[in-house]
């Protein structure tokens, strides 16, 4: 039984709430429905709806006006509702993981995560991590959603994980997640941050409002006190340096230009790469098992999240040795094959750029852009694919809402010598049989995914699952 009257002085004394939700359709008897102004309907049209299944509370935007009193009903008033509902998600779930790092940045975050679960548990910790790839802790692994939750499936979430015994939790933080205030009552103690390229400008409109979405993290969700784990060679470190307390707050900075973790040298070998690090004074040189040089960014960004929660450098820098790759981020599949999520400008180049040093033949790509999504992303991926790769295949990704020849056709101008193959499969089972010894092949876009989305359709669909069956034959 939940008591929230502390919280919303508007309810009855001892008032039960027995659930939250922001979906009318999930309402049962006694819960306490928020009706969010949304990008495509408004909230409030689903009050009548949420009413009939059982809602007792509502909470709205003041902004939009008072509401028409319903019998039974309690409306709570709110200039910013979305922030309001975390905050009350975040009582109603009581518990959280006490040790809880929050990443953002455009490409790495469930790299990142996936790494710092890895070392923690490796370190002897109840750890889990929650991000595109769904949710994992000891004894639970479940995919799928959001990549930040919303804030009452994200505290159910933490409330399980945290009674389950997890104490140490890593979470990507997204950008619409931020935007939307959807981890505002998350206990945030340590803040990561990776890189900003172009990507979801559909939604933000610039890159300055992306940015600022980004910064939230660590301007009002970072706790006093926390620690702020900051890529030092990228330009907007700064920035965000300006966005933190610089008196209880602490940066621990990673990369090139790193003061806390410095890299000094990068060197590919066939195991992956070999390290070396500088980190108070002294030298560490390792092997991590992972090639391309942007994995050596975010296990640097992973270990500066490890320190940051209290392990020593000399405890955790041999971890890198021993990290996993993570599902669908450059993975090897066989012969030459690699899939990965590179479904952005950035990260198609810098995915491409990776593998050059190890393609004997040609560098081949399959790719293509989702639809309802940034469109200016489209032709950059195309001039992308052109500079780093021998033979493109433009071909469909999820193409929603949108028609797929022309997501395609917004490409093709930018690489006009690519095969247009709209069908992925046929695309991929192309690529592969026209692979010669020596020739590498990315499938790119979308890694660890197993659907193709086509209008409100989710159709069975993995890159990893077909590679391997065409190339075993
Ligand atoms: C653009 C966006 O982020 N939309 C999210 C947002 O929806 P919205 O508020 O705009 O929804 P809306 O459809 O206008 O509906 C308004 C309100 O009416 C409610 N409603 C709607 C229908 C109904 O029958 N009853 C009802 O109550 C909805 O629950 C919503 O609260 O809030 C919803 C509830 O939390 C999210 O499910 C929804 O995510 C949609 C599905 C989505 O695709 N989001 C993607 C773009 C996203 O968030 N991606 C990021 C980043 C990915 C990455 O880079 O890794 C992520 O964190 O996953
Ligand atoms: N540090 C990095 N710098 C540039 N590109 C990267 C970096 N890390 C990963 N990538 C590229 O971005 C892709 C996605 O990586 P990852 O899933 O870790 O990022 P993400 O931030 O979680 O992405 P999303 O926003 O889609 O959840 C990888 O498959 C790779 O192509
Ligand atoms: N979280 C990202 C994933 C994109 C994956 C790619 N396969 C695509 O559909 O564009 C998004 O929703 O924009
Ligand atoms: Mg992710």
């Not at 993570?326 to 990965?340: F, N, S, W």
């Amino acid at each position: 039984m939940v008591m929230l009257d502390n919280l919303i002085p508007e309810l009855e004394e001892n008032m039960e709430i027995t659930g939250i939700t922001v979906d009318s359709r999930k309402v049962k008897p006694g819960f306490l429905f928020a009706a969010l102004p949304g990008s495509n309907v408004d909230g409030r049209s689903f009050i009548p709806q949420a009413v009939e299944n059982g809602a007792r509370v509502v909470l709205v935007n003041r902004d939009d006006g008072e509401m028409e009193a319903i019998e039974g009903v309690i409306f709570v008033y709110d200039k910013n509702p979305r922030l309001r509902f975390a905050d009350i998600a975040a009582s109603f779930y009581e518990k959280q993981p006490r040790m809880t790092a929050a990443i953002t940045g455009t490409n790495g975050k469930s790299s990142c995560v996936t790494f710092v679960r890895q070392m923690w548990s490796m370190l002897g910790e109840q750890a889990a991590s929650i991000g595109t790839l769904g949710i994992t802790a000891p004894g639970l692994d479940i995919s799928g959603g959001l990549t930040t939750p919303d804030p009452a499936g994200l505290h159910e979430r933490l409330d399980e994980i945290a009674k389950l015994g997890v104490t140490h939790l890593a979470m990507e933080a997204s950008s619409h997640g931020l935007d939307q205030f959807r981890m505002d009552g998350v206990n945030v103690r340590i803040a990561a941050f990776t890189n900003l390229s172009r990507d979801h400008l559909d939604y933000h409109g610039d890159m300055a409002s992306y940015l600022a979405a980004k910064k939230r993290l660590f301007s009002e969700l970072l706790r006093p006190g926390g620690k702020a784990v900051l890529n030092a060679d990228a330009p907007e470190f700064d920035e965000l340096v300006d966005e933190l307390d610089g008196y209880s707050q602490k940066v621990i900075s990673y990369g090139k230009k790193g003061e806390t973790i410095c890299l000094k040298e990068a060197t590919p070998c066939p195991e992956g790469q070999k390290l070396s690090l500088e980190i108070d004074g002294e030298t560490y040189t390792l092997t991590l098992p992972l090639a391309g040089y942007f994995q050596a960014e975010n296990a640097l960004c992973s270990l500066g999240v490890v320190m940051a929660s209290g392990a020593n450098a000399a405890d955790c820098v041999p971890l890198l040795e021993k990290l996993e790759g993570v599902p669908g981020r450059m993975e090897l599949i066989g012969k030459g094959v690699y899939v990965d999520y590179a479904h952005t400008p950035d990260a198609l180049q810098t995915v491409l750029k990776a593998l050059r040093p190890h393609t004997d033949g040609k560098l081949c790509v399959v790719f293509g852009c989702g639809g309802d999504r940034d469109r200016g992303k489209r032709p950059e991926m195309g001039r992308i694919a052109t500079e780093n790769a021998d033979i493109i295949y433009v071909t469909d990704d999820n193409p929603r809402g949108e028609d797929a020849a022309s997501i395609r056709a917004e490409i093709m101008p930018a690489c006009p010598t690519a095969h247009e193959i709209g069908d992925r499969k046929d695309a991929i089972s192309q690529a592969i049989a026209n692979l010669n010894e020596g020739d590498v092949l990315l499938i790119a876009g979308k890694g660890h995914e197993t659907g193709q989305i086509v209008g409100d359709k989710v159709l069975p669909f993995d890159d990893r699952a077909l590679a391997k069956e065409v190339i075993n034959g």
